[in-house]
């Protein structure tokens, strides 16, 4: 198929929605004018950049079509200064349309109502948004000065005149507010408290919470009179590249120490998990996370302390070394969760005060709880 608005009626119509008006807003976007002049395709190792003027016209659709988020920056290389392939992390992309619409029909976005999203990227999900909302109700930010000037080309091409703002959009954009709707997609350690000083009571706040375990959750805030924010985690497998100012520290090289060895009361498998390793990212939000094949390595950089697994006859021997016990702590994570009964990450909700404090609790605001590093 090579016709624009055919594959724009296909994807739409695959797509699950719950608000059938997002479906009509993928039908009037073309994502083709977002992507420029090319996307990066992994090989497992590499990312090898695809252009689109040495691809046939009908194949490049296809692709752009795809419901597949396409990675269009890795460590702040972009498809035309790429000479071949790359590696590295991806640092923007342009994300599934499903994803996109997801996003948007988790957040309760009604006609009329004024959004601020985190994180423009391409500029497509703004276009959704712009589709839906008219260009006026709708204010973007985006961290990288050249992505930014991209994506407003993009928007423009496409006949959109959002707001967009160069920035940090942890400190939101004041000049906008108040917002219906703050809609992250990047996503945060924690929630700033910019954002929820921006939204006016009763407004939502859609985001992943993730850290640097890259565990990730979906949860929707609603900002209450008093000036906080509460609300549920959803059950969607779903994460978002963490919004740079709360990146991971560089890490040089892992070497692993013998430290204080004992057996581990609990199989490092869970570790792989989605909710399982939630609850650990809760319980050592200080640390990363690697797998070695045998086992699971757990770091953290600012303070050396280190963890790691083997295993060990029927059982698992643990070694920790430096300051924290990182694996203690995430065992007395997984014995919380599993106190409250193991539930899903659905069985999750989270509170953030006016001052800052931010807990994510299983069941309600009173149950077992963990406070997130703000
Ligand atoms: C997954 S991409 C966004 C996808 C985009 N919404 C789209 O549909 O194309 C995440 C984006 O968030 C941006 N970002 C990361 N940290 C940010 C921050 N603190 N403020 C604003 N944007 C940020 C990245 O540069 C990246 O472009």
């Given amino acids: 198929m090579t016709d624009s608005a055919a594959l724009r009626r296909r994807l739409a ?95 309760g976005i009604g006609e009329g109502q004024k959004v601020l999203e985190i994180g423009t990227g391409t500029g497509y999900s703004t276009a959704v948004l712009c589709s839906r909302l008219g260009e006026k109700n709708v204010y973007s930010v985006e961290y990288d000065p050249g992505l930014a000037a991209a994506a407003a080309e993009h928007l423009h091409a496409a006949g959109y005149r959002p707001t967009l703002i160069t920035g940090d959009g942890l400190a939101g954009h004041k000049d906008g507010a108040e917002y219906d709707h703050i809609v992250a997609t990047c996503a945060v350690r924690h929630i700033p408290l910019s954002w929820l000083r921006q939204v006016r009571s009763g407004g939502t706040i859609t985001t992943t919470l993730s850290g640097w375990m890259l565990a990730s959750g979906l949860v929707r805030l609603t900002v209450r009179d008093d000036g906080s924010a509460t609300g549920r985690f959803r059950s969607d497998e779903i994460g978002y590249m963490l919004a740079r100012p709360h990146e991971r520290p560089p890490r040089p090289d892992v070497h692993l120490y013998p430290g204080r060895t004992g057996s581990a009361g609990v199989d490092p498998a869970f570790l792989e998990d989605w909710t399982g390793h939630f609850v650990a990212q809760l319980g050592a939000p200080s640390a990363e996370f690697m797998t070695t094949g045998t086992g699971v390595i757990l770091v953290d950089v600012a303070t050396g302390s280190q963890a790691w697994t083997e295993p060990a006859g029927n059982g698992w021997t643990v070694h920790q070394h430096g300051p924290l016990n990182l694996w203690d702590q995430v065992e007395a994570a997984l014995a919380l969760w599993q106190s409250a009964g193991s539930p899903p990450q659905s069985g999750f909700g989270m509170t953030v005060e006016p001052d800052g404090t931010q807990r994510v609790w299983i069941g309600a605001p009173d149950g077992p709880s963990w406070e997130l590093p703000v």
């Fill in 13 to 107: 119509a695959a797509v699950p929605v719950e608000d059938p008006a997002w479906r009509a807003a993928l039908e009037a976007v073309p994502r083709e004018l977002f992507l420029g002049n090319g996307l990066f395709r992994f090989d497992g190792h590499h990312w090898t950049p695809a252009h689109r003027d040495r691809t046939p016209p009908g194949e490049w659709l296809e692709l752009v079509y795809q419901d597949t988020t396409w990675v269009t920056q890795v460590d702040g290389t972009t498809v035309i200064d790429a000479t071949g392939p790359v590696t590295g992390r991806p640092t923007s992309s342009s994300t599934l349309p499903s994803l996109v619409v997801r996003m948007l029909d988790v957040a």
